[in-house]
């Protein structure tokens, strides 16, 4: 999986933040998670978006070396996919 772009919207109030990121990702082969960096983030929700495809991804706890798994019931497909993260 190869990152391609992100575009991220990020609200900062009362000591906390809020936000909303979409990652451009190519898919080089076929996968059934995505790994991701998340130091201190609580994601309330991820999907994987073709086309008209949407995909809902089930979210791990963050494991000691901060990373968490967006898990799908299906595989991703090969190909350019966009992930929508809200925390």
């Not at 201190?40 to 494991?63: D, F, M, N, Q």
């Amino acid at each position: 999986v190869e990152p391609r772009e992100y575009r991220a919207r990020i609200t900062i109030g009362g000591g906390e933040f809020e936000g909303h990121i979409e990652i451009d990702i190519d898919v080089t082969e076929d996968v059934a998670v995505l790994w991701l960096h998340a130091a201190e983030l609580l994601i309330t929700e991820a999907k994987a978006v073709r086309g008209k495809t949407v995909r809902p991804l089930k979210i791990s706890a963050p494991r000691s070396d901060q990373l968490l798994a967006l898990v799908g019931d299906e595989e991703l497909h090969a190909g350019r996919w966009t992930v929508l993260i809200e925390y």
